[in-house]
T-cell receptor, first 115, second 110 residues
Framework: EAGVAQSPRYKIIEKRQSVAFWCNPI?????LYWYQQILGQGPKLLIQ????????DSQLPKDRFSAERLKGVDSTLKIQPAKLEDSAVYLC?????????????FGPGTRLTVT | KNEVEQSPQNLTAQEGEFITINCSYS?????LHWLQQHPGGGIVSLFM???GKKKHGRLIATINIQEKHSSLHITASHPRDSAVYIC????????????FGGGTRLMVKP
């Protein structure tokens, strides 16, 4: 079974530029998560999708971050414009459902550096 | 105060030593996860538990629901165990949405 795929793996941009990350979850997984992990910290949930609907985006900085999962499969996370403090690893995870005790499977992450 | 606290933040051990990493949480949970993150790599789930104890190879995870505390033990540690170990909890009524601790960075020296 293929795992969660993410691209790119690394991205370096200047502040005020835009960037987009892509995630393809495990086939059949209805729930998709985007996390931000700043160096030395645990991941922080940005947004959770159930199929193509948003379940929780309370910690997404909506003035600059946006995410979509139009067809309920793959997803894109965008930052526009980027700030220095956005430098982090962006992790995508998926699970079969959002019910308790269903495991999340993580992708390799995209390491973003904003200069 | 974070809802999930881990200790220690950093840990250095000699190969063969018995290692314990602790996780305390302050809220009601439905499950607790232990995860492993290698440098430059993604996150791998080690355990998901809601009571008692689980064992997989040299890894043992325990949880005490009344004390809101969990431990991850590594027996006969090896340099390949060097990684960041993350505790995460699924809060009651939040499905499998996870709240993460800050992680414990483990280095095992040969």
């Amino acid at each position: 079974e293929a795992g969660v795929a993410q691209s790119p793996r690394y991205k370096i941009i200047e502040k005020r530029q835009s960037v987009a990350f892509w995630c393809n979850p495990i086939s059949g997984h209805a729930t998709l998560y985007w996390y931000q992990q700043i160096l030395g910290q645990g991941p922080k949930l940005l947004i959770q999708f159930q199929n193509n609907g948003v379940v929780d985006d309370s910690q997404l900085p909506k003035d600059r971050f946006s995410a979509e999962r139009l067809k309920g499969v793959d997803s894109t996370l965008k930052i526009q414009p980027a700030k220095l403090e956005d430098s982090a690893v962006y992790l995508c995870a998926s699970s079969l459902t959002s019910r308790t005790n269903y495991e999340q499977y993580f992708g390799p992450g995209t390491r973003l550096t904003v200069t | 105060k974070n809802e999930v606290e881990q200790s220690p933040q950093n840990l250095t051990a000699q190969e063969g030593e018995f290692i314990t990493i602790n996780c305390s949480y302050s809220v009601g949970i439905s499950a607790l996860h232990w995860l492993q993150q290698h440098p430059g790599g993604g996150i791998v789930s080690l355990f998901m538990l809601s009571s008692g104890k689980k064992k997989h190879g040299r890894l043992i995870a325990t949880i005490n629901i009344q004390e809101k505390h969990s431990s991850l033990h590594i027996t006969a540690s090896h340099p390949r165990d060097s990684a960041v170990y993350i505790c995460a909890v699924a809060l009651n009524n939040a499905g499998n949405m996870l709240t993460f601790g800050g992680g414990t960075r483990l280095m095992v020296k040969p």
